[in-house]
């Protein structure tokens, strides 16, 4: 048997081991682990959805981890009292369309040279998972 076989064969044995360990300590779902309202669990569901993707998008860069706001963006809270699904979502595909509201004029005064980005390149699903999250919060 020659050195690469030799390998290959390490490799293989490795891999099978791994398996076998990764199948024999996975830890299966009960019954018992999931929410016993359908409610709990879809509310869960979307919530981690919209941070998810608001972590991907890279929200938190601007707004802060806990979306409290930062030096150079607000903060993501209480957006139902200005905000309703549809308009969030038109907004985040668009900020740039909403800048003669009274608030983005003093958002502009207040965080100078910041310029929040579109996010039109994002699926409309997915930004109406964002919106439920922050319209939740």
């Given amino acids: 048997m020659t050195n690469a076989q030799k390998w290959i064969a ?5 891999f099978l081991v791994l398996l076998i360990l990764g199948k024999i300590t996975k830890k299966e779902d009960t019954a018992e682990s999931f929410p016993t309202m359908m409610g709990q669990m879809q509310e869960t569901t979307q919530s981690a959805n919209g941070l998810g993707l608001i972590k991907q998008s890279a929200c938190i860069t601007c707004h802060g981890s806990e979306l409290q706001g930062t030096k150079i963006a607000p903060a993501l809270s209480d957006l ?11 907004y985040l595909r668009n900020p740039s369309s909403f800048g003669t509201d009274e608030r983005f004029v003093q958002y502009k005064e207040k965080y100078k040279n910041i310029v929040m980005p579109s996010y039109n390149n994002i699926d409309v699903k997915e930004l109406g998972k964002i919106a439920d999250y922050l319209l939740s919060k």
Avoid: P, V
Wanted: glycine fraction near 6%; proline fraction near 0%.
């Fill in 10 to 14: 390490s490799f293989l044995g490795l």
């Fill in 80 to 90: 139902k009292k200005f905000w309703n699904r549809d308009k969030l979502i038109n």
